[in-house]
């Protein structure tokens, strides 16, 4: 039985980050660049695009010659992992890539994914193409 008040498990958010949101393959990587939809914040560059799926991807990019120290670089990735299963809500049906350009504090790197992901929802309606437009030898 379920307590009162709260709902059934059916209507939870789902919050997880499971083997089916991680990005691996270098083609998976490969279709978030070519599309092209960047979004640069502090020291954190967020490349997305559609995927298909009704589930959002994350994919990192976490350089030695930035991060230097193994755990720092685990440490970024973690954060990047937590913000994205908090805020992926809102990707659904988006690849996202998070790059580290440069070297943040703490601080500003948890500022910038918070609103680097919120902003990268915006991908699908910036490349998607208007179904009015006709071409010029359906207009004659």
Known sequence: MSEPGSRPLAERADFSFGQLKKMRKT???SSVFRFRCVRAMA????????NGLN?????MIVPKKIIATAVARNRVKRLIRESFRLNQGELTGLDVVARIRSRADEARLIDALRLGLKQCGTCLTCHAKPNSQTSRADRL
């Open 27 to 29: 083609d998976e990587f």
């Open 43 to 50: 020291g954190i560059d967020f490349l997305a695009a559609p």
């Open 55 to 59: 589930y959002a991807r994350l994919g």
